[in-house]
């Protein structure tokens, strides 16, 4: 999991916000990503990604959007 998780992490930098707060990571994000890293992901690995990414969401954001 640590593996993912710093992918996770590495991906998030290039994270993009609105003028309400941070952005989902997009799949075309992701896609980006792995393209630059020279990295190929199966589909339950980009999930695992997304499921990371929906726990960061929910921590540093709260009901209304805005970041914390």
């Known amino acids: 999991l640590a593996y993912y998780y710093n992918a ?3 991906l998030s ?3 993009r916000s ?3 707060g ?3 990571l997009s799949h075309s ?8 890293m020279g990295i190929e ?3 339950w690995e980009v999930q695992i990604l997304r499921d990371l990414d ?7 954001t ?3 959007g805005q970041p914390r």
């Open 13 to 15: 930098k290039s994270r």
């Open 62 to 64: 709260v009901d209304n």
């Open 29 to 36: 994000e992701i896609g980006w990503w792995c393209q630059t």
């Open 41 to 43: 992901l199966a589909p």
């Open 54 to 60: 929906d726990v960061w969401m929910e921590v540093v």
């Open 8 to 10: 996770f992490l590495d």
């Open 18 to 20: 609105s003028g309400f």
């Open 22 to 24: 941070p952005l989902r």
